[in-house]
């Protein structure tokens, strides 16, 4: 069975830092492509970042110079690091995997999701 599941969200106030952790199971992490997406109150979900089997591919304008995607195979964990952390950042963030080793924006293509992690960034 696969399992995604996310850590490390809480409260902080802006301009503060976060590492969110993204522990995968029951499939082989270092063949796929696992992403980041976050969504808030009355907004769609959106990307925040994908890493592929061989690196990262893709961070969102929005994020790019804050928040650095990486992973650890031995752990098959992915971590997103978020720095100069804004009140806009403030939403449920998801981890989700996707059958193929690319990563791909459109979050509908993604097969499996994590239960998510709370982030909230006061003003």
């Known amino acids: 069975e696969v399992q995604l599941v996310e850590s490390g969200g809480g409260l902080v106030q802006t301009g503060g830092s976060l590492r969110l952790s993204c522990a995968a199971s029951?499939?082989?992490?270092?063949?796929?492509?696992i992403g980041w997406f976050r969504q808030a109150p009355g907004k769609e979900r959106e990307g925040v970042s994908c890493?592929?089997?061989?690196?990262?591919?893709y961070t969102a304008n929005s994020v790019t110079g804050r928040f650095t995607i990486s992973k650890d195979n031995d752990k098959n964990t992915v971590y997103l690091q978020m720095h100069s952390l804004k009140p806009e950042d403030t939403a449920v963030y998801h981890c989700?995997?996707?059958?193929?080793?690319?990563?791909?924006?459109?979050?509908?293509?993604?097969?499996?999701w994590g239960q998510g992690t709370q982030v909230t960034v006061s003003s």
């Open positions: 890493i592929s089997a061989d690196g990262p591919a």
């Open positions: 029951g499939f082989t992490f270092v063949q796929y492509a």
């Open positions: 989700a995997s996707i059958d193929r080793p690319f990563c791909d924006s459109a979050y509908p293509n993604y097969d499996n």
